[in-house]
């Protein structure tokens, strides 16, 4: 995990807590991955980290979403993505178990990918956004 970059530690620090909880519950490899990732990075106290790790903090798909969009920008930096997805990925598949939750915030993660961003036409990304607001509005009902 050497390759977050120090601008952006804190925040990765804080996408990466909030994805553990986007399931309700963080696993014992979860946990244990972010121990390590703020002991490596420096960036909170063990007090501090087993705070964040012990105190339920319910967190939606929508929130960590928008954690993304704010970590990335409007023009992401393909470094930036590559070190958010290798730590977003590594963190959820540490457990080795899945939960939907988790499989579709990394979709929401590859939708970002800078380079797919370039390939697409204004149209679209405008599918695109059409179609998470179908899919938004089917799990509300």
Known sequence: M???TENNNQDLF???VAVAWIDGEIQLEEREFLEKIAAEQNLKSPTEVQALLT????????????LLEKYLG??????????LLSAVSSLIYSDNDIATEEASLLTQIQNLD????????AFDQLIGKIQQLYQAGLKNK
């Open 2 to 4: 050497s390759q977050i």
């Open 14 to 16: 804080e996408i990466l």
């Open 55 to 66: 105190n339920y903090q319910a967190t939606s798909s929508q929130e960590c979403y928008q």
């Open 74 to 83: 409007s023009n992401p930096n393909p470094a930036d993505y590559d070190n």
């Open 114 to 121: 800078p380079q797919n961003l370039k390939k697409h036409s």
